[in-house]
């Protein structure tokens, strides 16, 4: 969906490939996770680590299990309750994003 939106995205299969990813790639400008992820840490925690080695970093979190307290997200995130639709994904990434990271369509 963020792909069919214009979005250059790179998938991470757990939270250690995350971090692994964000090092080779500098052009990350946004982190979209869901708080239950596998890997040694959750997405808040992931979350929290990507704010504190790139803190220009927007993220989006999301969860259908719980939501998460405000007070456990960095100041650079958002919360997206699940179930949600594609254009509320796409809303919130180009609302956080203002456009840095995003191909043109083809």
Do not use: C, W
Request: proline share 8%; net charge negative; glycine share 8%.
């Amino acid at each position: 969906m963020l792909e069919d939106a214009g979005f250059a995205t790179i998938e991470a299969n757990g939270s250690e490939d995350a971090l692994a990813q964000l090092e080779r790639h500098p052009e990350i400008s946004v982190l979209f996770t869901d708080i239950n992820m596998p890997g040694r840490f959750d997405g808040l925690e992931l979350a929290r680590r990507v704010h504190g080695l790139r803190p220009s970093i927007q993220l989006v979190i999301t969860s259908g299990r719980r939501p998460a307290d405000p007070n456990e997200i960095p100041t650079t995130g958002s919360f997206i309750p699940k179930p949600y639709d594609a254009a509320s994904i796409v809303s919130a990434i180009q609302a956080v994003s203002k456009g840095v990271g995003r191909r043109d369509p083809e």
